[in-house]
């Protein structure tokens, strides 16, 4: 079978539940899409010279499946905790805090303020679907031109700057509720007041929500832009024949 530019295949895949996955664009639109690309010799290199409708369902599967692991490995139990790419530990501003409040004998404060910030980024996670997909919809040709000739993470970059702003809209209040319910703002409370206990102690302060909200956020870009590279370079990660016919097995 002959084989794609690998360049195709580093556009990763919008995390979709069924019903959200069926509004993406029809094959035959993103193929209108990639005929106009061809028309010029840098494009058509990029993009392939196979069946255009081929080549626009495997983009879409592609964008599918890559995104659909990322957010599946993130929204659950210990997907961010778990993870040490993207676990979520304190800020360099609460450092001192916690070396203090374990010097007085509240290492489990500090454990469960941890944990507790994980957790909420991991309820928060699946709330990227419907977002990835409005951004797949609303590319424009410039935007798949940028992609299909762009480097290894062109695609995470791609939404990284379009989803950013509504993907943080989406978590925040998620996070803001999950912190409560899993103790974050206890165990913070909790911590912080082991610290003002000792003598000499400064004052240090946290947006606990937002801080949460945008580190949910670098490990959900960081594990769709490995993704991104797995379908790029990893034959074993086009799993169906459909990605292996436009990738190359």
Same mark, same amino acid.
């Given at each position: 079978?002959?084989?794609?530019?690998?360049?195709?295949?580093?556009?990763?895949?919008?995390?979709?539940?069924?019903?959200?996955?069926?509004?993406?664009?029809?094959?035959?639109?993103?193929?209108?899409?990639?005929?106009? @690309? &061809?028309?010029?010799? $840098? %494009?058509? /290199? !990029? #993009?392939?010279?196979?069946?255009?409708?081929?080549?626009? *369902?495997?983009?879409?599967?592609?964008?599918?499946?890559?995104?659909?692991?990322?957010?599946?490995?993130?929204?659950?139990?210990?997907?961010?905790?778990?993870?040490?790419?993207?676990?979520?530990?304190?800020?360099?501003?609460?450092?001192?805090?916690?070396?203090?409040?374990?010097?007085?004998?509240?290492?489990?404060?500090?454990?469960?303020?941890? @944990? &507790?910030?994980?957790? $909420? %980024?991991? /309820? !928060? #996670?699946?709330?990227?679907?419907?977002?990835?997909?409005? *951004?797949?919809?609303?590319?424009?040709?410039?935007?798949?031109?940028?992609?299909?000739?762009?480097?290894?993470?062109?695609?995470?970059?791609?939404?990284?700057?379009?989803?950013?702003?509504?993907?943080?809209?989406?978590?925040?209040?998620?996070?803001?509720?999950?912190?409560?319910?899993?103790?974050?703002?206890?165990?913070?409370?909790?911590?912080?007041? &082991?610290?003002?206990?000792?003598?000499? /102690?400064?004052?240090?302060?946290?947006?606990?929500?937002?801080?949460?909200?945008?580190?949910?956020?670098?490990?959900?870009?960081?594990?769709?832009?490995?993704?991104?590279?797995?379908?790029?370079?990893?034959?074993?990660?086009?799993?169906?024949?459909?990605?292996?016919?436009?990738?190359?097995?």
């Amino acid at each position: 079978m002959r084989r794609r530019p690998w360049i195709v295949g580093i556009i990763p895949a919008a995390v979709l539940a069924p019903a959200t996955y069926a509004q993406l664009p029809k094959p035959e639109d993103l193929s209108r899409q990639l005929g106009k @690309l &061809s028309k010029t010799p $840098a %494009a058509a /290199a !990029a #993009a392939g010279s196979g069946d255009a409708k081929t080549d626009a *369902a495997g983009i879409k599967e592609a964008l599918a499946v890559g995104t659909e692991r990322a957010v599946a490995s993130l929204g659950r139990k210990d997907g961010y905790f778990g993870n040490a790419a993207v676990k979520i530990l304190l800020p360099s501003s609460l450092q001192k805090v916690a070396d203090v409040a374990r010097l007085a004998g509240y290492q489990q404060q500090v454990d469960e303020f941890i @944990l &507790s910030m994980n957790r $909420a %980024a991991e /309820a !928060a #996670a699946p709330q990227a679907g419907k977002i990835f997909g409005d *951004a797949i919809r609303a590319m424009t040709l410039d935007d798949v031109r940028a992609i299909l000739t762009g480097g290894d993470t062109a695609a995470t970059d791609f939404f990284r700057r379009k989803t950013h702003d509504p993907l943080y809209a989406a978590f925040k209040p998620v996070v803001s509720k999950k912190v409560d319910e899993v103790g974050a703002t206890r165990a913070y409370k909790s911590m912080m007041g &082991s610290y003002s206990a000792v003598p000499m /102690a400064g004052k240090q302060s946290l947006d606990l929500d937002h801080y949460v909200t945008e580190k949910a956020l670098d490990g959900l870009f960081h594990m769709v832009g490995e993704e991104e590279k797995q379908i790029r370079r990893n034959p074993a990660a086009r799993t169906t024949d459909l990605l292996k016919s436009v990738f190359g097995k």
